[in-house]
């Protein structure tokens, strides 16, 4: 029994460029292991500079478009749907790089939130993004760029390592909010005030003091942080007078996964998947392509569709390719 790669119907393979980042095993171990990676320059400073002028000039200096709607106002969402740089923030190659070894191959892009946070404002209690946006599978994952310094005086995220293996404790106030099946766990009860800054009201702080104490994340511009979506993780508001702590903070799921969401926004049956864009591979499902241009790059099928090889046991009960 043996197989031809040449005519399997989906083989992926990674994109060569010259400056594409390639994730090291250790790496994505530690993303595993703790639930987070961060990875040090990964977006260059001219790249960084594009967005940190096109927050300024675009998004603080004028007015905001209702697209964009947020409770927060240091904050603002979905900006890929109306804007291009967001777009091509949300599809920037080297973070698809890392994303598609970390859930990849196939990679769908979700959101975009810009944050703002100057002096004085910001901040955001303990939570799991998995609460807010539901994938079925569960392969959620935040990507947080760091446009400016960000360190615990400006705000920057603390994470609980080793947190993503909770499952996602649902809110009361929430009823959407179950990535796993209701009454499958014995245990799982509902919590309140996830997102709440103080940490008595938060009842989420229950399960952080489980752990050792969160530790901060220090990012210089351009660096990037990816993290599951069960981790638990926060931000306190910017206690500095004069520095701001801006933001470039996407999400993404494997292209594989069924997404019932739409940031609050209706949708024509019963899954969105068809309002998000295919970054990288290929899927089965429905998705968007970049409404400004973007490239991406995806994988193509054989050409004569035949199906990928199977493993297989022979007469001797030895496995292989059939």
């Known amino acids: 029994m043996g197989y031809n790669l040449a005519t399997m119907a989906y083989l992926p393979r990674a994109v060569e460029r010259a400056d594409?980042?390639?994730?090291?095993?250790?790496?994505?171990?530690?993303?595993?292991?703790?639930?987070?990676?961060?990875?040090?320059?990964?977006?260059?400073?001219?790249?960084?500079?594009?967005?940190?002028?096109?927050?300024?000039?675009?998004?603080?200096?004028?007015?905001?478009?209702?697209?964009?709607?947020?409770?927060?106002?240091?904050?603002v969402h979905q900006l890929h749907r109306v804007d291009p740089v967001a777009e091509w923030g949300l599809l920037h190659p080297r973070i698809l790089d890392v994303l598609e070894a970390l859930i990849g191959p196939d990679v769908l892009a979700l959101q975009t939130m810009l944050f703002h946070n100057p002096p004085g404002t910001g901040g955001q209690g303990w939570h799991q993004d998995s609460c807010y946006i539901t994938t079925y599978p569960d392969t959620l994952i935040g990507a947080w760029l760091a446009l400016d310094p960000a360190d615990e005086e400006n705000g920057c995220l603390w994470v609980v390592p080793g947190s993503h293996f909770e499952p996602i404790y649902p809110p009361d106030a929430i009823p959407y909010a179950h990535v796993q099946a209701v009454n499958a766990f014995e245990d799982l009860h509902e919590v309140q005030n996830v997102s709440h800054l103080d940490d008595e009201v938060n009842t989420l702080t229950q399960i952080v003091r489980k752990y050792p104490p969160p530790i901060p994340v220090r990012m210089a511009p351009g660096d990037v942080l990816f993290f599951d979506g069960h981790i638990l993780h926060r931000s306190y508001p910017n206690r500095t007078s004069d520095r701001w702590r801006r933001a470039f903070v996407c999400h993404y799921c494997n292209a594989r996964s069924w997404v019932p969401w739409n940031h609050g926004a209706p949708y024509e049956g019963d899954s969105a998947n068809y309002q998000h864009i295919l970054a990288r591979g290929n899927t089965h499902l429905p998705f968007a392509k970049p409404k400004f241009g973007t490239e991406v790059h995806l994988y193509e099928p054989s050409r004569d569709g035949s199906p990928p090889p199977r493993m297989m046991g022979d007469l001797e009960g030895n496995m292989g390719m059939g």
């Open 20 to 75: 594409r980042y390639k994730v090291k095993v250790d790496e994505y171990i530690h993303y595993r292991r703790e639930g987070y990676l961060k990875v040090e320059g990964l977006v260059s400073q001219a790249d960084v500079a594009k967005l940190y002028e096109w927050a300024i000039e675009r998004w603080e200096d004028k007015p905001q478009s209702a697209a964009t709607w947020s409770p927060n106002p240091s904050r």
